[in-house]
């Protein structure tokens, strides 16, 4: 898919990811203009896609429940040419936007609870109405969440406690 953009070909392919991290990646950096998720170039995300592009297969076809807008750089890799990314790289992307949803899901969490005493519920119901998610239960996102934080509780082991006797 070709788009042109202010003199400048804007290059989109569709990948199939998750559906709640699809909607989540669509709320967040849905660009308008290109009708597509575009991720900003100070994200990790935008390399790793940089990274995993590759020629296009002659009998590839675009399909999935994301279309992003390839990254365009003025060095290196042409989309134009360079504009495929297949199961593989799906599957490695869904992994990066999986780390970023959970990571700011679970900060936002935290904090509520912590900082403004938010009851953990109703912090997912905000999440999930600011990000547009369907796809996923409150209940889903907050038992991922409890499994997350007993296994952070479990790292920090507990010391021996020993007694000392004062014996003279």
Not at 49 to 54: A, G, Q
Request: hydrophobic share 30%; charged share 35%; proline share 4%.
């Amino acid at each position: 898919l070709y788009l042109i953009f202010s003199n400048l070909i804007m290059i989109k392919t569709r990948i199939e990811i998750t559906p709640y991290l699809a909607e989540y990646l669509t709320c967040k950096f849905y660009d308008p203009e290109s009708d597509a998720v575009r991720i900003p170039d100070t994200k990790d995300l935008y390399h790793t896609i940089w990274d995993l592009m590759s020629k296009r297969p002659d009998n590839a076809v675009d399909t999935g429940n994301l279309t992003l807008a390839l990254p365009d750089r003025r060095t290196g890799k042409d989309p134009e040419y360079y504009n495929y990314l297949g199961e593989r790289s799906a599957r490695i992307i869904d992994k990066r936007v999986r780390v970023m949803f959970y990571a700011e899901l679970h900060d936002r969490l935290d904090e509520n609870k912590h900082r403004y005493n938010i009851e953990y519920i109703d912090t997912v119901h905000h999440f999930m109405c600011k990000y547009n998610i369907m796809s996923i239960s409150e209940d889903g996102l907050l038992k991922n969440y409890y499994r997350w934080r007993d296994n952070e509780r479990k790292k920090k082991a507990k010391r021996d406690y020993k007694k000392r006797l004062n014996t003279p």
